[in-house]
């Protein structure tokens, strides 16, 4: 059974924190992805890596970063968190094989993190 | 998602058809999703269809591809109360990595 874990369902912090988010694949994917999601807004691409060291900026990338240094493990990083990052953060992953039933993502069940 | 787009919220009762409607801008796009995202839990893949079909049937399930008019429609027949969730339009575009996902739509059952 394919598995993407997330390392925290919820997570409280305090402004000016320095906030990891992890998250880690056991189906040996390429690519991996960090969303955030809020209401009306769907889901909005942060950051993604296509193989291990590599990362691409989403549609969102300011005041995040991230590090593959494992190709199972994918982390986000608030440098410093503010309270328009309370969200929910979605992590994906997908293989790099073409074709649209290996293009699927597969989701972690996402943490609901509280800037305050 | 700019791109993609969907109603927010729809409203069924128990044992009729439900119909979500997407609609998308970008041409060259090669597949396109549906997923289903449950309270308190990630998304998952409920089907997809390539954009060279018109018509996908999935048991309870119906996807259906006007590539015209850039839109795409899931029926669920038979809605369930268990069928409650928020449904994820998405497309992929030829050779990228990103997929772009639509607000969602949150899919109430009345029982």
């Known amino acids: 059974d394919v598995k993407v874990t997330q390392s925290s369902r919820y997570l409280v912090k305090r402004t000016g924190e320095k906030v990891f988010l992890e998250c880690v694949q056991d189906?040996?994917?390429?690519?991996m992805f960090w969303y955030r999601q809020d209401p009306g807004l769907g889901l909005r691409l942060i950051y993604f890596?296509?193989?291990?060291?590599?990362?691409e900026k989403g549609d969102i990338p300011e005041g995040y970063s991230v590090s593959r240094e494992k190709k199972e493990r994918f982390s986000l990083i608030l440098e410093s968190a503010s309270t328009n990052q309370t969200s929910m953060y979605l992590c994906?992953?997908?293989?790099?094989?073409?074709?649209?039933?290996?293009?699927?993502?597969?989701f972690g069940p996402g943490t609901r993190l509280t800037v305050l | 998602g700019e791109d993609v787009e969907q109603s927010l919220f729809l409203s069924v009762r128990e044992g009729d058809s439900s119909v979500i409607n997407c609609t998308y801008t970008?041409?060259?796009?090669?597949?396109l999703y549906w997923y289903k995202q449950e309270p308190g839990a990630g998304l998952q893949l409920l089907t997809y269809?390539?954009?060279?079909?018109d018509m996908k049937q999935d048991q309870r399930l119906t996807v259906l591809l006007n590539k015209k008019d850039k839109h795409l429609s899931l029926r669920i027949a038979d809605t369930q109360t268990g069928d409650s969730a928020i449904y994820f339009c998405?497309?992929?575009?030829?050779?990228?990595?990103?997929?772009?996902f639509g607000a969602g739509t949150r899919l109430f059952v009345k029982a």
């Open positions: 994906a992953s997908s293989p790099r094989l073409a074709g649209a039933w290996t293009d699927t993502q597969y």
């Open positions: 189906m040996d994917h390429e690519n």
């Open positions: 890596s296509y193989d291990v060291k590599m990362k």
């Open positions: 970008d041409s060259s796009s090669t597949y």
């Open positions: 269809i390539f954009s060279n079909m």
């Open positions: 998405a497309e992929k575009r030829g050779g990228g990595f990103k997929t772009i």
